[in-house]
Each structure stands twice: as C-alpha cells, then as structure tokens.
C-alpha cells in the first residue's frame, strides 16, 4: 500500500517570500502520478500541481513549481512570491495503479502580511 | 456553473437518524467518489464508481450506502448515524479513474451528528 507523510502540520512565511512543503511517498510502482492539493478556508479542493513520475523534468504553474526527487521518493512543492491569498491547507497525494488518491495529512500553510 | 455540487453544504442531525448527501457534476466525467475528512483533515477513499458501478469501496461501515442512479450522480446514504461519523464528506468526479486523471472536488457536507 502506499503511504504520503508531510512531515510539516504548520508553516508560515511572509508575504512575497518563498516558501517550500515537503512531501515524502512509500511504493513500489513506477508509474504512478503526484499531485498538490489546496484547500483553502472554503473548504474547496483546488488541485495545484501534477507530475507524472516518468518525466524527469519538474513541473511548474506560474508560482508553483515542484522538486521532483523519484530516487528518493520525494516530492516538494515550492511557492514563490507568497500571496496573501496562498493561505490554506496543502496537500501532497498520490495515485497510481489503485487508481485512487492517497493524500498526506496536509500542511497548513500561513501568509503573513 | 459549479462543476461538482454537493447538497446540503452542512448538515447537523442527531445520533440513530438516517440522511443522505446529494451529489452531481456537469463535468461530463464517468467516474466519481466519496472521501471522508475526519477532524484532524485527513482525507480518506470511500467509494468509487465508473459508470454507474461500484469499483473502489474501501473499510466503511455498511450503514454507508453509495448510490448512483446515473453517471452525473452519486448519492451518499448514512443510516444509524453515529457520533464518529461527524466530519467533511467530498464528492469529486474525474474521466476515468487512471493515474493522470485530475479528479474535481465538490465544496464538501460538514456533517455533525449530535
């Protein structure tokens, strides 16, 4: 079965600064994709980020972008030019041939002005 | 447009009662889900279904009855609600349920069973 642990329940970071959630995965597949959840106060799951584990290249969204590390099964998702707006919970998930997401536990994440 | 709705958005009732949560998406998709949010946020696979049938249905009490009378619609009935039962219910939907598939997430039910 395969697990997703954010190590990091809380961060926080200063407006316009960069900031960096970690994301560690447990399989034994190959091919399988990575996804960044948002959950912002309203509740609503907003998917930030996807990487298909066959593709060296890390992916990237305008501010989002993703250090990608398939050795070593990790998955770091990196917000530049922190926006008031950022604030909300993130999740790291997983989906591979259960054809299911398996999400970490989330890390909550503060903007501060 | 909302992609995925769910109804109600909240929902408050007493232990022993039976309720349901409504889902729909004008997405097109065929296949959608159920996740549970417990308190501490973490999100949980309930049910899964393709088409109209029952693929995923992981360790749920069967007071959870999954229903989906079409493909644009999978319902959510709780029978004997319970306090532990109290938490965020999702619905989402995707095309097809393969790896690379972004699945779309309704706004979510708080229920909370008094």
């Known amino acids: 079965a395969q697990t997703v642990t954010q190590s990091q329940p809380e961060m926080s970071v200063q407006e316009a600064e960069t900031v960096t959630l970690s994301c560690t995965y447990d399989?034994?597949?190959?091919?399988?994709?990575l996804f960044w959840y948002k959950q912002p106060p309203s509740r609503q799951m907003i998917l930030v980020i996807r990487q298909e584990a066959y593709k060296q290249q890390n992916a990237t969204e305008n501010r989002f972008s993703v250090n990608f590390q398939k050795a070593a099964k990790s998955f770091s998702l990196k917000i530049s030019d922190s926006q008031l707006g950022d604030t909300a919970m993130y999740f790291c998930a997983f989906k591979g041939s259960a054809r299911q997401l398996t999400f970490g536990s989330g890390t909550q994440l503060t903007v501060l002005p | 447009d909302t992609a995925v709705s769910q109804t109600p958005k909240y929902l408050v009732t007493q232990m022993g009662n039976d309720k349901s949560i409504k889902c729909e998406q004008n997405l097109g998709h065929d296949t959608m889900y159920w996740y549970k949010q417990d308190s501490k946020k973490f999100l949980k696979i309930m049910f899964s279904?393709?088409?109209?049938?029952?693929?995923i249905n992981e360790t749920v009490p069967n007071r959870f009855s999954p229903k989906s009378p079409d493909k644009a619609h999978l319902n959510l009935h709780i029978n004997s609600l319970e306090l532990g039962d109290s938490a965020v219910y999702f619905c989402a939907s995707s095309q097809g349920d393969r790896a690379n598939t972004e699945a779309f997430f309704g706004q979510g039910t708080r229920l909370t069973v008094v």
């Open positions: 399989t034994s597949e190959n091919n399988y994709y």
């Open positions: 279904y393709n088409n109209k049938e029952l693929i």
